[in-house]
C-alpha cells in the first residue's frame, strides 16, 4: 500500500499524520511549531520604521515597511513545511499527499509546492481542521486514502 501523508496546518503550527491507506486511521508522524507567528507586529520588528526626506521640500516622513511582519512569519513557515514535505515526496517517504489549511495560508503553501509534492498532492482542503481530533480530521477527508 502508498504511504499517505496528511498535513493540516496555520500560519504557526502544523501537524502530518500517516496513514497507509484505505479507511486506516491516522498516526501523527511530526509536528512542526513556528511560536514566531503568534507574535504581535510590535514583537516582531525592533525598531520604528525609518525616516527619510522628501523628494522636493524640507519635509521628513517614517518609511513603510514593504513587508508586513506577520505575513512575512507565516511565509518563512510556509516555506520551511513545504520544504519538509518536498525532502519527503522526493525521497518516497509521502506518495499521496492531502493538505488542509486555512485559505491565505494554503496559497502561501501552493505557491512553495515543487513538483514531486504537487505530483504527490491528491486534494487541498482550504478549511482550518488543525485542532481536529484524527478521528474527526478522517471525517473531512475521503472515505478511502
Given amino acids: 500500500m502508498q504511504t499517505t501523508w496528511i498535513l493540516t496546518a496555520d500560519a504557526a503550527e502544523g501537524i502530518i499524520y500517516k496513514t497507509s491507506g484505505g479507511k486506516g486511521e491516522l498516526i501523527e508522524h511530526m509536528r512542526f ?5 503568534r507574535l504581535r507586529d510590535r514583537e516582531l520588528t525592533t525598531d520604528l520604521p ?3 526626506y522628501d523628494s522636493a521640500g524640507h519635509g521628513r516622513h517614517a518609511m513603510e515597511q514593504t513587508v508586513d511582519p506577520k505575513r512575512h512569519e507565516a511565509e518563512t513557515f510556509a516555506g520551511e513545511l513545504t ?3 518536498h525532502r ?3 525521497s518516497g517517504a509521502c506518495e499521496r499527499l492531502y493538505i488542509a489549511a486555512p485559505p491565505a495560508f494554503l496559497g502561501m503553501l501552493r ?3 515543487s513538483k514531486p509534492v504537487r505530483q504527490a498532492l491528491k486534494q487541498e482542503l482550504d ?4 485542532a481536529k481530533e484524527p478521528r474527526e480530521l478522517r471525517r473531512h477527508l475521503p472515505e478511502y486514502l
Avoid at 33 to 37: F, T, V
Avoid at 127 to 130: D, K, Q
Fill in 83 to 85: 520544504e519538509y514535505l
Fill in 33 to 37: 511549531e513556528h511560536p514566531q507567528s
Fill in 50 to 52: 525609518g525616516r527619510a
Fill in 127 to 130: 478549511n482550518h481542521l488543525l
Fill in 111 to 113: 505557491e512553495r509546492y
Fill in 88 to 90: 519527503a515526496c522526493n
